[in-house]
């Protein structure tokens, strides 16, 4: 099974860049909740002004959210369908990992066939001979 994206590898590439910073996270999970301007987010997070602007740079990138001007401010807010593409993204992985644990999982529950040629071969100490030898030749 292969994963299929309607996403490109640079895509695919930049929305999990976009993701693997906490700050960029937080970004993305407030401008979810409402749109909120830069200045706002900014004001926010112990870093400058220019640094956030910069992870909102990022994040509109990996076109994650949406920035609009509305006057002199810059309104940031999520787009839904990137973060729908994305989780799809997630979604068939999980279902490939999910198949290929289960298939592990039936190859461990059957049972160990016995090696070849070991059953003839090797004596069991614990069982009679079927043929005790013959103590009456000369």
Same mark, same amino acid.
């Given at each position: 099974?292969?994963?299929? +994206? ?32 830069? +200045?706002?987010?900014?004001? +926010?997070? %112990? ?23 509305? !006057? ?22 999980? %279902? ?5 644990? +289960? ?13 070849? !040629? ?5 004596? %069991? ?8 030898? %013959?103590?009456?030749?000369?």
């Amino acid at each position: 099974m292969v994963v299929r +994206s309607e996403l490109s590898d640079e895509q695919i590439d930049r929305v999990f860049q976009a993701l693997a910073a906490s700050t960029r996270r937080d970004i993305l999970r407030r401008t979810i909740e409402t749109e909120q301007s830069v +200045s706002e987010l900014a004001r +926010s997070y %112990d870093m400058s002004f220019a640094a956030v602007q910069k992870h909102v740079a990022v994040l509109e990138a990996a076109e994650l959210i949406v920035k609009r001007a509305e !006057g002199r401010e810059r309104l940031v807010r999520a787009n839904p369908e990137m973060i729908a593409r994305a989780r799809a993204l997630l979604a068939r992985y999980e %279902d490939l990992w999910r198949s290929r644990i +289960s298939r592990l999982d039936d190859l461990l529950a059957e049972p160990d066939p016995a090696p070849v !040629g070991t059953s003839d071969t090797i004596p %069991d100490p614990h069982r009679a001979d079927p043929q005790p030898p %013959d103590r009456h030749r000369t």
